[in-house]
């Protein structure tokens, strides 16, 4: 894999896309570690056998996460966090609050570089963190939520925006997007960020404002503007460039070795609602987006 040749913090910053929130969802992002210390994770046993508690409540960060995930108890895809019950159960699944229409959340990142048609460009990942998938918009509901977006640029001094991938509801649903292109409908906004609509309930990324029908029976999509605008830009957190975590913050980004789900595993609850999902770097799209297709 080659090296970037740009100032990596600066691009990512630049590239970094400006998300405006659904204005009727509740549920907004959060970080990793706030969401650990709100959760305990559990491991799914048999049909009619008890789940047990793996690490109570209280006890839960991400080097203690990476650590189970990896010594001997069992399958670690049965592993799962669940939200803690009582009284601040609902304002975990809300995530963090806005002030004054403005939310701030740390943001992933997962750049690396790929080939193109013979050319060398880097794939900016930039990955939110939701504590829950509500039933806004009449989708299914589940705890734990990612969702993504990947920035393409030319690996220059001076990076050049080439295409965005836009996700939505897994592998093949979302689409590429292009800058410029009116059928795409790509914007940045005054400092040249892309712009990234969250879908009501869903979370789901999309280019522009509007209804985002779905293949039956899944609800539609919805995007508006008026919402809370997170400017991902003023808190990314590179946790991995080209395979590599960064040695500095090697400790606290264990939970990617997590292999578990990030919810309650869902047994017979579909279509009410369904298993949290696996964390991104497990998931294919951490390695390589669908090949290119315009959204």
Known sequence: MLEPVFDVQATLRRF???????PDD??????VSWYLDRTRLRRR??????????????RLNPESLARASSVDLGDPTNLYLDILSGSNRR?????FRPVAGLLSAPCYVNARSV??????????QYWFFYPYNGSEG??????????HITVRVTNTGEPQLVSAYVSAHGLNNGGWALPGDYRSSLRVNSTGNPIIYS???????????GIHKQTWPKAGDRTVDG?????TGDDLVLVEMNGQRPTQDEKSHQWLEFQGTWGVVRRFAWPFTSTGPIGPSHQSSWTGEPDQRKR
């Open 26 to 31: 509740p549920h907004r992002p959060s970080s």
């Open 138 to 147: 009449r989708h299914v509901t589940h705890q734990g939520d990612w969702e």
């Open 227 to 231: 919402g809370p605008i997170w400017n």
């Open 199 to 209: 879908a009501l309930g869903s979370h789901a990324s999309y280019t522009s404002p």
């Open 91 to 95: 304002n975990t699944r809300r995530g």
């Open 16 to 22: 970094a896309p400006e998300v405006r929130l659904h």
């Open 115 to 124: 080939e193109v048609r013979a050319s060398a460009v880097f794939d900016l």
């Open 45 to 58: 046993r048999g049909l009619f056998q008890r789940d047990v508690d793996v690490i109570a409540d209280g």
